[in-house]
């Protein structure tokens, strides 16, 4: 019988070496390939690389308690009306808070025709037409490199985090001084290009990983 236990014994080892190796194989072909995520990267900046200032409904109305309080309007319309992007005049505007009502003179700023080349639709993929909802859009992404992920998640819809430097192809104006100053976002935006990383989830599907932004 000792035999037939050495035996075993060499066998159980064996068995866990070659499952050992099955699943090493299997995580290796699980692995991506460092570009395997170019092309989704690619897809998600074409639908989504706009930077956009949340500036939707036009025109902007800048009351004086606005001003007062240095708001955001109150502060970067007037850089926007230096650089010929809005125009402006003065209104008198009627107010309802409650018990409060009544009229009070605003400054009203208006999109010149240079202004109005940066007004993109709410799909952010062409200028915006009839009715459509748009924003004020001033630079677009892309894709410079992808730095790293995370492990892909188990399971029939593996699922990781992609990290990635950019480009950006931003509106001339941005270079000035004051611009930069009353958008600070942006500012950093463009200091960090090539060289800050942005993240964004995806997707293993059947046509390539995907955002799951976009699903």
């Avoid at 060499?10 to 072909?29: H, Y």
Wanted: charged share 25%; with cysteine; aromatic share 8%.
């Amino acid at each position: 019988m000792k035999p037939a236990a050495y035996l075993l014994l060499a066998v159980i080892p064996l068995i866990s070496l070659v499952s050992f190796g099955a699943q090493a194989v299997s995580r290796q072909r699980a692995e991506p390939d460092p570009h395997a995520f170019d092309a989704g990267v690619k897809a998600y900046l074409a639908q989504k690389g706009h930077v956009c200032l949340a500036k939707r409904n036009w025109p902007i109305d800048v009351a004086p308690d606005e001003e007062r309080m240095k708001q955001r309007d109150a502060v970067q319309m007037p850089v926007l009306k230096k650089l010929g992007l809005v125009s402006e005049t003065r209104v008198v505007a009627h107010f309802d808070k409650g018990k409060n009502t009544g009229e009070v003179v605003v400054r009203r700023f208006s999109l010149t025709r240079e202004g109005k080349k940066y007004l993109l639709s709410q799909n952010q993929a062409a200028p915006a037409v009839g009715g459509r909802k748009a924003d004020f859009c001033v630079a677009t992404v892309a894709l410079d490199k992808v730095t790293g992920w995370s492990a892909p998640s188990q399971g029939p819809r593996p699922e990781t985090t992609v990290r990635y430097t950019y480009r950006v192809k931003a509106a001339p104006w941005l270079k000035d001084k004051d611009a930069q100053r009353v958008f600070p976002m942006v500012a950093r935006l463009l200091a960090g290009e090539r060289s800050f990383e942005l993240q964004e989830r995806f997707v293993r599907t059947d046509k390539g990983w995907r955002a799951v932004d976009l699903m």
